[in-house]
């Protein structure tokens, strides 16, 4: 039997407003969905492998609507790397943490040249209160 069944997972639901299984079975005649009442989760089930190839809510995936056929459609095209798209997010994630950095340090130099300038212009103890004050 398979796990998703002891896990809450059922086959028979009323709630595919979309009839989002007719179009993936119209698509893949293996592909079939499952629903847990308990939490609203669905899994979208390979047949053929008797495994979830994905479960919805996820990032990206909020419903189960069109969106998720499509997505479907697009893993299964000729020429889709998985790599090649983890790849890429991890490739958009490291220039977005890069600048993250570089904007912390741009702020902290720009905070850096002011405090310099207060201690310059007022003397170092008026500077160094005058900025620590945020005044």
């Known amino acids: 039997m398979n796990r998703h069944y ?4 059922q086959r028979v639901f009323l709630n595919d407003i979309n009839n989002i299984e ?3 079975q119209e698509y893949d005649a293996d592909l079939y969905l499952m629903w847990n009442p308990k939490d609203g989760t669905w899994l979208v089930m390979d047949g053929v492998m008797e495994m979830a190839i994905m ?3 996820q990032i990206g ?3 189960m609507d069109a969106r998720v056929y499509n ?3 697009e893993i299964h095209a000729p020429g889709f790397s998985a790599q090649q798209v983890m790849k890429e997010a991890e490739d958009a994630a490291a220039r977005k943490e890069q600048q993250f950095i570089e904007e912390l340090a741009h ?4 905070e850096s040249k002011r405090a310099f300038i207060n201690a310059y212009d007022y003397g ?3 500077g160094v ?3 620590v004050n945020g005044v």
Request: charged share 40%; glycine share 4%; net charge positive.
């Open 55 to 57: 479960k919805i809510p």
């Open 61 to 63: 995936l909020p419903t």
């Open 71 to 73: 997505r479907i459609r």
């Open 6 to 9: 002891r896990e809450g997972y």
């Open 129 to 131: 209160s005058e900025y």
């Open 124 to 126: 170092r103890e008026s």
């Open 107 to 110: 702020d902290f130099s720009r």
């Open 22 to 24: 007719q179009r993936l």
